[in-house]
């Protein structure tokens, strides 16, 4: 069975500092590691990772992927009380039944005070 | 970006009612839409998957029978919760994919479903 385990799962910081959000996985043939941000709705798609070692950025947001040690981490730089969400760590792999399939982590509701 | 819309947002209803819920890809096809099931303070958790003109594949422990799924087009998907009960009260979000191996899946801002 697939899985996800993201750290920590709750977190809270001021606003400036820097996060650093993990996610490792066990996957039956993975494809790719997805991040989102959800707040009070559905999932917002933030970064797809399917190489090792190349960092993908987005402003203050960042996300690597190891596929040797089966992780990855999203950092956040100089955090604002608008990045105040649940971050979803997501895994597509290949069953030999299933097809494609996503699964989530629990996700790490990161809170940024003023 | 890719936009899915998923009407409609937020369903009250009397227990035994049966309630559609409608996804939508509005700038792209999806071949592969899916439902997913979320509680409070918890993760999304996969009840279907749908590719367009076939039958849809269910999660262990999902009634098929219950959860109605309807793929009829490129563009469109529907879940029917059929006869609701207070227990299938949840948050339901659907996210849409054009090619599931190699592109990100796209949410809906999801349904949130009450039954009385």
């Known amino acids: 069975e697939d899985k996800v385990v993201q750290s920590p799962l709750s977190l809270v910081v001021h606003e400036g500092d820097t996060v650093t959000l993990n996610c490792s996985y066990e996957?039956?043939?993975?494809?790719?590691l997805l991040w989102y941000k959800q707040e009070k709705k559905a999932p917002t798609f933030l970064f797809m990772l399917t190489s090792s070692g190349i960092e993908k950025k987005s402003g203050r947001l960042s996300s690597i992927l190891d596929k040797k040690e089966l992780f990855s981490i999203l950092n956040i730089t100089a955090t604002q009380t608008g990045d105040s969400a649940v971050y979803l760590c997501?895994?597509?792999?290949?069953?030999?039944?299933?097809?494609?399939?996503?699964?989530f982590g629990e996700g790490t509701q990161l809170t940024v005070n003023p | 970006g890719a936009v899915v819309s998923q009407h409609p947002s937020w369903v009250i209803c009397k227990s035994g009612t049966s309630v559609k819920i409608e996804c939508r890809s509005l700038?792209?096809?999806?071949?592969?839409m899916f439902w997913y099931r979320q509680f409070p303070k918890q993760s999304l958790m996969l009840m279907a998957t749908s590719n367009e003109g076939s039958k849809a594949t269910y999660e262990q422990g999902v009634e098929k029978d219950k959860f109605l799924i309807n793929h009829a087009s490129l563009t469109l998907s529907t879940l029917t919760v059929t006869s609701a009960h207070p227990e299938d009260s949840s948050f339901y979000i659907c996210s849409a994919v054009y090619r599931v191996r190699d592109q990100p899946q796209h949410f809906g801002d999801g349904t949130r479903l009450s039954i009385l």
């Open positions: 700038d792209f096809q999806a071949t592969t």
């Open positions: 996957v039956t043939n993975f494809r790719s």
């Open positions: 997501a895994v597509v792999g290949v069953g030999e039944t299933s097809g494609s399939r996503l699964t």
